[in-house]
């Protein structure tokens, strides 16, 4: 059986590898083989590279050990249900290291046991989630907030007009819109929407 460490951060200027110390010395406990996954990826996004590439390397009856579930997951109901499918199905147990109750799953063997403590590690886990996905859009809300009061005002993309009339220069040349856009450099979406103006 193997351990697999997923540690996360969401941007590439916080460290993902701040509590990797302190979950090896905590897998020393399994008894086991140790894989480390870090990455810098947004606990929001489902489509994640390492750890879909934990998913894959993941065997039926490894574990899978975390810091916390919003390391984890600050995803959507349905993503995380989606995410929980997948652990699920490749035999994974889910250790937390903040997560007391999730430890007993390691040395547990009767099999009683081990489905009442997934019951409720499952409904906590589910908890902690679905509040780590409520402090996000918190914080979002929050600094949206504090933008609109101190008055500043999105401007969003400015249309690059050089473009635009290049776009209608070779629309008079008789060119398909697919010619257009790769002469251009932008997309056919980009193309149909300036010559709709």
Do not use: W
Not at 62 to 67: A, H
Not at 105 to 134: E, F, H, P, Q, Y
């Amino acid at each position: 059986m193997t351990t697999r460490i997923y540690v996360r951060a969401s941007t590439k200027d916080q460290d993902a590898k701040r509590a990797l110390d302190d979950l090896r010395n905590f897998s020393k406990s399994f008894n086991s083989n140790v894989k480390e996954y870090i990455e810098n990826e947004s606990g929001t996004k489902l489509e994640r590279p390492l750890l879909n590439q934990l998913l894959t390397d993941s065997n039926y009856g490894d574990t899978l050990l975390v810091e916390s579930v919003d390391r984890l997951s600050r995803l959507t109901q349905i993503d995380f249900e989606v995410l929980k499918g997948r652990i699920k199905e490749k035999g994974l147990k889910l250790v937390v290291a903040d997560l007391p109750t999730t430890h007993m799953l390691i040395k547990t063997t009767d099999t009683i046991t081990n489905s009442i403590l997934g019951l409720v590690n499952n409904m906590l886990i589910d908890l902690l989630a679905t509040m780590a996905r409520l402090d996000n859009d918190k914080r979002k809300e929050r600094i949206k907030q504090g933008l609109e009061k101190s008055g500043y005002k999105p401007t969003g993309k400015k249309a690059d007009m050089t473009k635009h009339t290049r776009i209608k220069e070779l629309n008079n040349k008789d060119l398909t819109k697919e010619e257009i856009a790769k002469a251009v450099g932008c997309g056919i979406a980009t193309v149909y929407r300036v010559l709709k103006n």
